[in-house]
């Protein structure tokens, strides 16, 4: 099962995807859950997810869990495949809950009440290259699937 978590192909743009992905998520995490960034810290985020937005309080941890540690875990490449599928999933509730309504584009001018889902349709996209893909070269998927392939042929060599 590791094997097919962290299998990889060596493309270097999978690889730099990974990574982008992962520091945006990993400041927006830091921004609503850690206040850093001027964000609003974790307790004013789960009011904003459960009295606004009335999600349970434990989805809306989860969510908020999942951007932080889904971009570090893009970010060093490890388990890549579930980080970014929390991701996806992440971006496709943001639509469900919020965003659809506004439409296909972001709110650039200020003319709309809301941010339409073109950077939630980016995000699904990347993200969902990284699970099919792998994580990429330069990563921890890639050191545990090579470590994983090693023991297994010693294994397979002692029989």
Do not use: C
Not at 51 to 66: C, D, I, K, M, N
Not at 143 to 152: A, D, M
């Amino acid at each position: 099962m590791i094997e097919t978590l962290t299998g990889t192909h060596a493309d270097w743009v999978v690889g730099i995807a990974r990574i982008v992905l992962g520091v945006i998520f990993f400041a927006h995490g830091a921004h609503s859950m850690l206040g850093w960034y001027g964000g609003p810290g974790l307790a004013r985020s789960m009011r904003t997810f459960t009295e606004q937005l009335h999600l349970p309080s434990t989805l809306a941890f989860l969510v908020l869990a999942g951007e932080l540690l889904g971009g570090i875990g893009l970010i060093v490449g490890l388990f890549s495949r579930i980080a970014a599928l929390v991701i996806m999933l992440t971006m496709v509730g943001a639509i469900a809950t919020v965003h659809f309504r506004f439409g296909l584009f972001l709110n650039w001018f200020g003319s709309q009440k809301g941010d339409g889902i073109e950077y939630h349709l980016l995000v699904i996209t990347l993200a969902f290259v990284v699970v099919v893909e792998g994580a990429g070269p330069f990563s921890l998927d890639s050191l545990l699937h090579k470590h994983g392939s090693l023991s297994e042929r010693y294994v397979t060599l002692r029989r």
